[in-house]
C-alpha cells in the first residue's frame, strides 16, 4: 500500500491547481482515515447520544400533558 501512496502522491506534486490540490487531499485522506476513522466514529457516537437523551428529555413533559393529545 505504502508505494501506491507514493505514485499518488508523486503523480500529486506534478499536477498544478484545483485538481492537484484535489489529489492531494484525497491522497492524504487515504492514509490517515485508518488511524483517525475509529476514534472519531467513537466521538460522532457520543454525540449523537447526548442528542438523543436531549431530546427524549425536551420530550418527556409533552408525554405527561393533562391536556390530552397535543
Known amino acids: 500500500m505504502q ?3 507514493h505514485s499518488l502522491d508523486q503523480h500529486s506534486a506534478r499536477v498544478k491547481g484545483l485538481t492537484g490540490t ?3 487531499g484525497a491522497v492524504a485522506g487515504l492514509v490517515i482515515s485508518p488511524c483517525v476513522g475509529p476514534i472519531v466514529f467513537a466521538l460522532l457516537l ?3 447520544d447526548a442528542i438523543a437523551e436531549q431530546a427524549d428529555a425536551l420530550a ?3 408525554k405527561n400533558c393533562p391536556f390530552g393529545d397535543v
Open 22 to 24: 484535489w489529489l492531494m
Open 46 to 48: 457520543q454525540v449523537a
Open 3 to 5: 508505494n501506491e501512496v
Open 60 to 62: 418527556l413533559p409533552v
